[in-house]
């Protein structure tokens, strides 16, 4: 099970910090991801980081933007955006899959990001 948590309004230039809770299951073998999907648009892959290891990987739309992180003692994976634009609005998403699997498996519910010009 995926919570995500920690979106809300900021204004442009401003920074927020996701956080996704990872319950109910080992997920020392998986990578964690995050994902976005603005109104009218599909959703769009951002960053994900392995669990075991802790590489990323970034969409070019946001590199250099936002770091993706985890704490394993808390285990919980992080989004950390800054620079905000009001591009960034949309719902945010946690997910999970795998290191062998082609599809995320585990999906949080989302949380909303909002930001003003």
């Known amino acids: 099970q995926l919570q995500a948590c920690g979106g809300g309004l900021a204004q442009t230039g401003g920074s927020l910090r996701l956080s996704c809770l990872a319950s109910?299951?080992?997920?020392?073998?998986?990578?964690m991801g995050w994902f976005r999907q603005a109104p009218g648009k599909e959703r769009e892959f951002l960053a994900s980081i392995r669990w075991s290891g802790g590489s990323t990987y970034y969409a070019d739309s946001v590199k250099g933007r936002f770091t993706i992180s985890r704490d394993n003692a808390k285990n919980t994976v992080y989004l950390q955006m800054f620079s905000l634009r009001p591009g960034d609005t949309a719902v945010y998403y946690c997910?999970?899959?795998?290191?062998?699997?082609?599809?995320?498996?585990?999906w949080g519910q989302g949380t909303q990001v909002t930001v003003s010009s």
């Open positions: 109910g299951r080992t997920f020392t073998n998986y990578i």
């Open positions: 997910a999970a899959k795998a290191t062998w699997s082609t599809s995320w498996e585990y």
